[in-house]
């Protein structure tokens, strides 16, 4: 016991300040932190702002965020607790396989989110499929329940193996369905359930055309690990196995380091777990300590830190071009407040949570974030500029650079009914006076 306690307190702090100060800021993680941001603020998740996850992630993170301080590094602590109690509840008195794996989750802590949370709790379900607990069925239900209730497409495809493995299934189903069961009563019980389902379900389709392959390298890796977990399942009838081949989709459609990291990484437990070959075991060893030191130890050394002295963000390493564009953008928004002001730019939900307002869902415009019907935001913004003056900042770099998310629909619209007037920022275009006028 004295030695879990030990490695949970030396793997939550090292993860914690890695994560904090030694990582630049990510959109992703900004996204994840804003959507806990805004519970604690009072929104409603599909009602006020939008998200096209289920929002238990989002709901649990908000509770460290509500009693001890919406802040960015509160955020981030949450998370390393989280992840390593579980990496400790994992251990197996092997040391060097817990710390290998800890190495590997720490080079994903940058961008804490959903996908972390799932990924921590694969593994567990992994770890419970191989334990002696009396009522292991039972947690891998709720525990599989849970990814459900955080990203809908990885829950239900998870499902699929252990509903056919399991010997009670009425039984199971129940278990399975008591963490997304609770999060409808929430929805109802907030009136947010039509919307939750027009985001996280009927928006889908246009989620796809997020479609990316940022090297065909991972497409042919991934390749190579569904035939290698076929022929293991195949051969062992490990059931571990199947939830390692269908936790492979969370690639799908963004196939880029991030997603491609995530899905192996349960990969790499379960390995060093089973596997147990000397030449592998040094492989894995060795790969996040080199990463670690060339993609972040040594553009540190080089170029140094960026410490924020915003408070929500205070000492968060946010990154030369992130610190200085979106103070300007702050300092804009707070000179001009009489006019309604939409931020399309990579700075929304920075320049937000930096200014303590509430965020909407105009703030977040990705492909596949704004549910099934898209035109309904260029509704919006023609009712709201009606009778308003609006101004329009936009990064045209974002909509048109290749692998971007951010939705076309917005910048033509903005581009064809209104006028440019200057710039704000490098890179940040301010657009002002409608063309009809």
């Given at each position: 016991?004295?030695?879990?306690?030990?490695?949970?307190?030396?793997?939550?702090?090292?993860?914690?300040?890695?994560?904090?100060?030694?990582?630049?800021?990510?959109?992703?993680?900004?996204?994840?932190?804003?959507?806990?941001?805004?519970?604690?603020?009072?929104?409603?998740?599909y009602?006020?702002?939008?998200?096209?996850?289920?929002?238990?992630?989002?709901?649990?993170?908000?509770?460290?965020?509500?009693?001890?301080g919406?802040?960015?590094?509160?955020?981030?602590?949450?998370?390393?607790?989280?992840?390593?109690?579980?990496?400790?509840?994992?251990?197996?008195?092997?040391?060097?396989?817990?710390?290998?794996l800890?190495?590997?989750?720490?080079?994903?802590?940058?961008?804490?989110?959903?996908?972390?949370?799932?990924?921590t709790?694969?593994?567990?379900?992994?770890?419970?499929?191989?334990?002696?607990?009396?009522?292991?069925?039972?947690?891998?239900?709720?525990?599989?329940g849970?990814?459900?209730?955080?990203?809908?497409?990885i829950?239900?495809?998870?499902?699929?193996?252990?509903?056919?493995h399991?010997?009670?299934?009425?039984?199971?189903?129940?278990?399975?369905?008591?963490?997304?069961?609770?999060?409808?009563?929430?929805?109802?019980?907030?009136?947010?359930?039509?919307?939750?389902?027009?985001y996280?379900?009927?928006?889908?389709?246009?989620?796809?055309?997020n479609?990316?392959?940022?090297?065909?390298?991972?497409?042919?890796?991934?390749?190579?690990?569904?035939?290698?977990?076929?022929?293991?399942?195949?051969?062992?009838?490990?059931?571990?196995?199947?939830?390692?081949?269908?936790?492979?989709?969370?690639?799908?459609?963004?196939?880029?380091?991030?997603?491609?990291?995530?899905?192996?990484?349960?990969?790499?437990?379960?390995?060093?777990?089973?596997?147990?070959?000397?030449?592998?075991?040094?492989?894995?060893?060795?790969?996040?300590?080199?990463?670690?030191?060339?993609?972040?130890?040594?553009?540190?050394?080089?170029?140094?830190?960026?410490?924020?002295?915003?408070?929500?963000?205070?000492?968060?390493?946010?990154?030369?071009?992130?610190?200085?564009?979106?103070?300007?953008?702050?300092?804009?928004?707070?000179?001009?407040s009489?006019?309604k002001?939409?931020?399309?730019?990579?700075?929304?939900?920075?320049?937000?949570?930096?200014?303590?307002?509430?965020?909407?869902?105009?703030?977040?415009?990705?492909?596949?974030?704004?549910?099934?019907?898209?035109?309904k935001?260029?509704?919006?913004?023609?009712?709201?500029c009606?009778?308003?003056?609006?101004?329009?900042?936009?990064?045209?770099?974002?909509?048109?650079?290749?692998?971007?998310?951010?939705?076309?629909?917005?910048?033509?619209?903005?581009?064809?009914?209104?006028?440019f007037?200057?710039?704000?920022?490098?890179?940040?275009?301010?657009?002002?006076?409608?063309?009809?006028?």
């Amino acid at each position: 016991m004295r030695r879990k306690i030990i490695l949970f307190s030396v793997m939550t702090i090292f993860m914690t300040i890695f994560s904090y100060f030694f990582t630049i800021v990510n959109g992703d993680e900004l996204w994840n932190y804003g959507f806990s941001y805004n519970i604690v603020k009072g929104a409603i998740p599909y009602k006020d702002f939008n998200m096209v996850l289920l929002p238990l992630y989002s709901l649990i993170m908000a509770i460290p965020l509500r009693f001890i301080g919406n802040n960015l590094f509160v955020y981030h602590l949450s998370n390393a607790i989280f992840i390593c109690s579980i990496l400790t509840i994992v251990d197996n008195n092997k040391t060097f396989n817990t710390i290998c794996l800890f190495l590997f989750i720490t080079l994903e802590s940058f961008v804490y989110g959903y996908n972390c949370f799932i990924m921590t709790l694969l593994i567990l379900a992994l770890y419970l499929e191989n334990s002696k607990y009396k009522y292991k069925n039972e947690l891998i239900g709720i525990v599989l329940g849970c990814i459900l209730a955080t990203k809908q497409n990885i829950g239900i495809m998870l499902f699929i193996p252990y509903i056919l493995h399991s010997k009670e299934k009425i039984k199971s189903i129940c278990y399975y369905l008591i963490p997304i069961t609770i999060t409808i009563i929430y929805l109802i019980f907030n009136d947010a359930l039509f919307e939750c389902i027009d985001y996280c379900f009927l928006g889908l389709k246009n989620f796809n055309s997020n479609f990316i392959i940022k090297s065909p390298i991972f497409i042919i890796i991934i390749i190579i690990l569904i035939i290698f977990l076929i022929n293991r399942y195949r051969k062992t009838k490990d059931i571990n196995y199947l939830y390692l081949l269908f936790f492979l989709t969370i690639n799908y459609p963004l196939f880029e380091i991030f997603h491609f990291m995530i899905g192996i990484i349960p990969l790499v437990y379960y390995l060093l777990e089973k596997e147990n070959n000397y030449y592998l075991n040094m492989v894995l060893y060795s790969f996040p300590i080199v990463i670690i030191c060339l993609a972040y130890i040594h553009p540190i050394i080089t170029n140094g830190l960026y410490l924020s002295n915003i408070d929500v963000y205070k000492y968060r390493n946010v990154g030369e071009n992130v610190d200085s564009e979106s103070i300007k953008i702050v300092n804009f928004i707070g000179d001009n407040s009489n006019p309604k002001i939409f931020n399309f730019t990579l700075y929304s939900y920075f320049v937000k949570i930096a200014m303590d307002k509430k965020i909407d869902k105009f703030d977040l415009i990705n492909k596949g974030n704004m549910g099934s019907n898209e035109e309904k935001y260029i509704e919006d913004i023609d009712k709201t500029c009606r009778n308003k003056k609006c101004l329009f900042l936009i990064n045209e770099y974002i909509f048109e650079a290749y692998g971007s998310q951010t939705n076309p629909i917005i910048k033509d619209y903005v581009i064809n009914n209104y006028e440019f007037c200057k710039n704000i920022t490098h890179s940040n275009s301010l657009y002002c006076k409608k063309k009809t006028e």
